[in-house]
């Protein structure tokens, strides 16, 4: 009875490579929001997909952990993110959710063509409830996406470790990575501007 009241207390682990977007994602997101302050640094345009199996207790997006949450994301709505996206006083683009890496069909066409138009000028980041280790082990369309990403903020939620104080996060375990340096070093990287 405890451990089953633990568990209540945990969001669900994933197996490697047991959850795919090519079987979860109906490539519907649960908002967009352009130019808001909050959702990493500077000013930036936010895509919120849809669908997360997670299931983090306290998710305070609950309603987008369904994958049919919102509305299917289209080709108009991809042009005026790059259009928002292409004002100056914009630093980049955010994917979040949801779970960006269980919709890598919407998020890697949105980040190409990010890419495409304004190369690395934009950053890009991404929040996940997949560890980087996982993201290690997982399907190469996840692998995609995060070799194309500067900022991860990675790890489930955990309501056991929720701390309002925490820059860009809900729970202490969660950390904020260098994608591009994590990658070239082969280990993982905080981000240099983290307020401890």
Known sequence: ???????????????????????????YFASYKPFNFVDGEGVRCSLYVSGCP???????????????????????????????????????????????????????????????????????WSWTGYTWEEL????TDKKELLSKIDILVDGRFELAKKDLTLQFRGSSNQRIIDVQNSLAKGQVVIWDRLIK
């Open 1 to 27: 009875m405890v451990k089953e009241a633990e568990n209540s207390q945990r969001p669900r682990d994933p197996n490697p490579k047991t959850w795919l977007a090519e079987k979860l994602s109906q490539r």
């Open 54 to 124: 997670f299931d983090c207790p306290g998710c305070y997006n609950k309603a987008a952990q369904n994958f049919r949450y919102g509305q299917p994301y289209t080709q108009e709505l991809e042009e005026q993110i790059i259009k928002d996206i292409g004002q100056s006083f914009v630093q980049g683009l955010t994917l979040l959710g949801g779970e960006p890496f269980l919709n890598t069909d919407v998020c890697l066409s949105l980040v190409n063509r990010l890419r495409k138009e304004f190369g690395h000028t934009k950053d890009i």
């Open 136 to 139: 290690q082990q997982d399907s």
